[in-house]
């Protein structure tokens, strides 16, 4: 499996495991915890918000997930 990479950094699979913790599994508060720490992007990593949905994310996913729509989603979820 190849793991898409953002020019913007934003680290789609992290937020996505991070929504699983929220909506599967209850972890609610873990996953808002551990979602802000994206925001300050201190590893070179980042939430949803750097987006610009340039769509790159989109093309390259072989599941053909619309990840915008999840990022905004997991945007409101967890921010």
Same mark, same amino acid.
């Given at each position: 499996m190849s793991i898409v990479c953002c020019p913007q950094g934003v680290k789609i699979p992290?937020?996505?495991e991070l929504m699983n913790y929220h909506q599967v599994y209850g972890l609610t508060e873990y996953a808002r915890e551990e979602y802000k720490? +994206? +925001?300050t992007g201190t590893k070179g990593e980042y939430g949803p918000e750097k987006c610009i949905?340039?769509?790159g994310c989109e093309t390259k996913c072989p599941q053909k997930i619309e990840i915008i729509r999840q990022l905004k989603e997991s945007q409101k979820a967890l921010a």
């Open positions: 992290r937020v996505f720490k +994206l +925001l949905e340039c769509g």
